[in-house]
């Protein structure tokens, strides 16, 4: 499967944006799908899980209550909005697709996932 991120940007802190993740060449509803980011010299981290269907999500404690993971599988787009920002969210963010297990919760590590889009940047400034 091929994904692509977009809607990164500059925002403010306190600010919102909403990531985009679109997907292609295989049945999107078949993966489990994770946003993850990764800010300069810092190891590659989740941002949220959700599960095939859209019922089951997880969130990074760092992110709980400020962001929400979803995903329309009519349209074959991962989303994650993000409100309140903080300049510690500033990285570079990843969407990532995995269909190995069926065990949502094994997909909170980079290693489970089988496909990455490319990455959309996001700048918060204080």
């Known amino acids: 499967v091929q994904l692509q991120a977009s809607g990164g940007g500059l925002v403010q802190a306190g600010g919102s944006l909403r990531l985009s993740c679109a997907a292609s060449?295989?049945?999107?509803?078949?993966?489990?799908m994770g946003w993850f980011r990764q800010a300069h010299g810092k190891e590659r981290e989740l941002v949220a899980v959700?599960?095939?269907?859209?019922?089951?999500?997880y969130y990074a404690d760092s992110v709980k209550g400020r962001f929400t993971i979803s995903r329309d599988n009519a349209k074959n787009t991962l989303y994650v909005q993000m409100n309140s920002l903080k300049p510690e969210d500033t990285a570079v963010y990843y969407c990532?697709?995995?269909?190995?297990?069926?065990?949502?919760?094994?997909?909170?590590?980079?290693?489970?996932?089988?496909?990455w889009g490319q990455g959309t940047l996001v700048t918060v400034s204080s």
């Open positions: 990532a697709a995995g269909a190995a297990y069926r065990d949502i919760y094994l997909y909170t590590v980079p290693r489970q996932y089988d496909y």
């Open positions: 959700i599960s095939w269907g859209g019922s089951t999500t």
């Open positions: 060449g295989r049945t999107f509803s078949d993966y489990a």
